[in-house]
């Protein structure tokens, strides 16, 4: 039996950032080592179930301006996330269901019309080298493959082939020690790779207009006066333009501490809300350091961080009490 040729993804036009990301990295916090991963985690796993991949294989992550990407092999795609437009060798194309693109045809990702991140699906999923049992870039660390520029390359996997999260020495998960170094072993028919039999319109999430963030208060918060915690749910914010896959910063009212003096570094999670000397908050997402010297008034849970990848500078935010 002969071996499938490698196929590989060219970079034509990379936006602003565009990065490979998968589910991410997690369990090796005590490391130092972040998460990462896709922060619209659902609108990746949908672009994924949409081609027939598993919902953790690697996609494209595009943020604002999208991207351009030339295949070398037939491929069904997905373009998902922030609304845009969506083009194949420059004719227009359905936005949110599964197209073939032709080996050497030029697969476009335009500006975001609504949200702020796009996410590119590939049947086989992409496969850069795995650092830490993930293919995710983070961009604090370092780890996983670079943010993409025109003229890169990356390698596509084969639809014909299981695809996914791929196999880690590290950390077992809470329900013992990894599996099969197989992951075709651990799968069964439904999670094989290929574009589904047919697939209708499907109904993605809308980009927030207003932006609410249930919160847990603490461990900090008795860092912070009653003003200063009645003041960050109550208060209008906005997401501010100076916000990155690290955190989203907010513009609005700062929040008065009780406590002057310094915190040493403790252990800070996804969806931490840590507040820096100028009092703005600042909502850590999924490339955040592991460790911070700044109080941490509250943290937001995870299931409603997918809205925060969407939102736009500007957008109005309001903390809530979880």
């Known amino acids: 039996m002969t071996s499938t ?41 949908l672009a994924n179930r949409l081609v027939g991949n598993p919902p953790g294989a690697a996609v494209l992550e595009t943020t604002l301006t999208g991207c351009a990407v030339r295949p070398d092999r037939p491929v069904v795609a997905v373009v998902g996330g922030a609304g845009c437009p969506v083009r ?36 086989g999923g992409l496969e850069p080298d795995a650092v830490l049992g993930s293919r995710s870039a983070d961009l604090l660390s370092g780890l ?13 996997g084969d639809p014909a082939k299981p695809s996914g999260r791929v196999e880690s020495s590290g950390p077992a ?8 170094s197989d992951p075709a072993k651990r799968r069964g028919p439904a999670e094989r790779c290929g574009p589904p039999s047919a697939a209708g ?5 809308g980009a927030p207009v207003e932006l609410v963030l249930p919160v847990h208060l603490g461990p900090r918060h008795d860092w912070f006066t009653a003003p200063a915690l009645r003041t960050l ?30 915190l040493p570094s403790e252990g800070v999670v ?33 299931r409603a961080l997918a809205g925060a990848a969407q939102a736009v500078p500007g957008t109005r935010l309001r903390f809530v009490r979880a």
């Open 5 to 45: 040729p490698a196929a590989y993804l060219h970079v034509v036009r990379s936006g602003a950032l565009t990065t490979v990301q998968d589910a991410g990295r997690p369990g090796w916090a005590h490391l130092g080592v972040g998460r990462s991963g896709a922060l619209d985690a659902p609108a990746a796993r």
């Open 88 to 123: 194949v060798d420059g004719r227009p194309v359905a936005w949110g269901e599964p197209v073939r693109v032709p080996a050497g045809a030029v697969l476009e990702a335009g500006p975001a019309v609504t949200g702020l991140r796009s996410y590119l699906a590939f049947a």
């Open 144 to 156: 996983g493959p670079a943010p993409l520029g025109a003229g890169d390359t990356v390698l596509l």
């Open 173 to 180: 998960g809470p329900s013992g020690p990894a599996g099969p």
């Open 201 to 205: 319109p499907v109904p993605w999430p």
């Open 233 to 262: 749910l109550t208060a209008d914010y906005r997401v501010s333009p100076h916000s990155n896959r690290i955190g989203l910063r907010t513009e609005g009212p700062a929040l008065e501490r009780s406590r002057t003096e310094e």
């Open 270 to 302: 996804l969806g931490a809300i840590q507040v820096p000397p100028d009092g703005r908050p600042v909502v850590f997402l999924h490339d955040h350091p592991t460790t911070g010297g700044y109080p941490v008034v509250g943290v937001v849970a995870e």
